[in-house]
C-alpha cells in the first residue's frame, strides 16, 4: 500500500523559515510529477508548487514565489518544501501529493505566529 | 494563470437524486488535464477523475466526469448518503496549476 508521510510542521514566527519532507513508501517514486497543496482551516485547496520526476523543472503559485522552494531526493524517496520568509497566510495544512495518480498524505499543520 | 470557477457554490439534493458539477477555465486546459477530487469533513482529498473523463482506481462508476477545452463536468449519477462532501477541480495542463473554490453538495 502506497503511503506518503508528511513532517516538519509546527509553530514558526513571522519571518521564520520551516523544512516540509514527504517520505513516500510502496510508490514509484522516481516517475511521478509531485506536488505540494495547502488548506487553511475551513477554507478551500490552493496549489502550491510542483515538481516534475527528476527534479529538473519547478513552478510555484505566485503568492509563495521567491520564498518556497521545492525540491526532492528520489533516492530517498522524498520530497521537501523549504518555506522561507513565512507570513501569517502561509499558516495551513500543507499536504504533498502525486499529480496524477491521487496519492495523498495526511498533511502537516503550519502555524505562522508572534 | 489560469483561473478556475466551480458552480454552483453549493448545491442542495437529495440521496438518489443525479448530481451535476461545473469547472469552467479561464483559459484553454493543455490535454484536457483536469482532475476532480472530493473531500470529506476531516478528510485529505480522493482523487475521483483524472485527465477529464477516467474515473481514479477504485471510484465507484456513479461518478463521470467530462468535458475539453475550458468547460468540465462532474456528474454523479445517483446520489449515496456518502458523497456529500466537498468537490475540487484542478487544471495540471499548464505547468501553474490551479484549483477551483469548490462545490459543497449538501443534503437538502
Known amino acids: 500500500e502506497v503511503q506518503m508521510v508528511e513532517s516538519g510542521g509546527g509553530l514558526v514566527q513571522p519571518g521564520g523559515s520551516l523544512r516540509l519532507s514527504c517520505a513516500a513508501s510502496?510508490?514509484?517514486?522516481?516517475?511521478?510529477?509531485m506536488q505540494w497543496v495547502r488548506q487553511a482551516p475551513g477554507k478551500g485547496l490552493v496549489w502550491v508548487s510542483r515538481?516534475?520526476?527528476?527534479?529538473?523543472?519547478?513552478t510555484y503559485a505566485d503568492s509563495v514565489k521567491g520564498r518556497f522552494t521545492i525540491s526532492r531526493d528520489n533516492a530517498k524517496n522524498t520530497l521537501y518544501l523549504q518555506m522561507n520568509s513565512l507570513r501569517a497566510e502561509d499558516s495551513a495544512v500543507y499536504y504533498c501529493?502525486?499529480?496524477?495518480?491521487?496519492?495523498w498524505g495526511q498533511g502537516t499543520l503550519v502555524t505562522v505566529s508572534s | 494563470e489560469i483561473v478556475m470557477t466551480q458552480s454552483p457554490g453549493t448545491l442542495s439534493l437529495s440521496p438518489g437524486e443525479r448530481a451535476t458539477l461545473s469547472c469552467r477555465a479561464s483559459?484553454?486546459?493543455?490535454?484536457?488535464?483536469l482532475a476532480w477530487y472530493q473531500q470529506r469533513p476531516g478528510q485529505t482529498p480522493r482523487l475521483l477523475i483524472s485527465?477529464?473523463?477516467s474515473r481514479a482506481t477504485g471510484i465507484p462508476d456513479r461518478f463521470s466526469g467530462s468535458g475539453s477545452g475550458t468547460d468540465f463536468t462532474l456528474t454523479i449519477s445517483r446520489l449515496e448518503p456518502e458523497d456529500f462532501a466537498v468537490y475540487y477541480c484542478?487544471?495540471?495542463?499548464?505547468?501553474?496549476?490551479?484549483f477551483g473554490q469548490g462545490t459543497k453538495l449538501e443534503i437538502k
Open positions: 501529493a502525486t499529480v496524477t495518480s491521487g496519492h
Open positions: 510502496a510508490l514509484a517514486f522516481s516517475t511521478h510529477y
Open positions: 515538481i516534475n520526476p527528476d527534479g529538473s523543472s519547478t
Open positions: 483559459q484553454s486546459v493543455n490535454g484536457n488535464y
Open positions: 485527465a477529464a473523463s
Open positions: 484542478q487544471q495540471y495542463g499548464i505547468s501553474l496549476y490551479t
